[in-house]
């Protein structure tokens, strides 16, 4: 699948496979920065994309960031519609009591190409049976209350 890729800046780096068989293709930061503890901030990546109809790239966390040092993609996955041409940024969220330095050329993300399955929309007045019915948070046994905020601990 040819995915058109525009480098925005010199320093930008194409969208790499590290390993034959990677789903992910990394994304790499054009500048130097610092994600605070609890911070979110939108990391450029200096790329712009030209996706084929009936795709999206997705955007998702790198999981050595992850598991080292608690720093993960704040909208996973992060979506490039077919329709943008915009920079691609990436928002990444440290999640740790630790600031992140970010290097520029540090590889930040992950990027992967995915179909879109477009959906028909029927308002209808009700809704099939099934067995879980309207059960949402804390259905299948881990409790949840949304009104006391109350969250499972694991």
């Known amino acids: 699948m040819l995915v058109k890729i525009k480098r925005l800046t010199a320093e930008a780096k194409l969208p790499?496979?590290?390993?034959?068989?990677?789903?992910?293709?990394?994304l790499v930061s054009v500048e130097d920065c610092t994600v605070q503890p609890m911070q979110w901030v939108a990391v450029p990546t200096g790329l712009a994309a030209e996706v084929p109809a009936g795709f999206e790239l997705q955007v998702r966390p790198r999981?050595?960031?992850?598991?080292?040092h608690g720093i993960t993609v704040l909208n996973t996955p992060g979506t490039v519609d077919a329709g943008y041409?915009?920079?691609?940024?990436?928002?990444?969220?440290?999640?740790?009591?630790t600031p992140f330095p970010i290097s520029k050329g540090q590889r930040i993300a992950q990027l992967v190409v995915a179909p879109v399955m477009y959906g028909q929309f029927e308002e209808?007045?009700?809704?099939a049976a099934s067995q879980r019915g309207s059960g949402g948070f804390g259905s299948t046994g881990i409790a949840y209350s949304e009104v006391d905020g109350d969250r499972p601990q694991h």
């Open 124 to 127: 209808v007045d009700e809704l």
């Open 63 to 68: 999981s050595g960031l992850a598991l080292r």
């Open 85 to 97: 041409r915009g920079e691609i940024k990436v928002i990444l969220l440290n999640l740790s009591s």
């Open 16 to 26: 790499g496979y590290e390993h034959p068989g990677d789903a992910g293709a990394d």
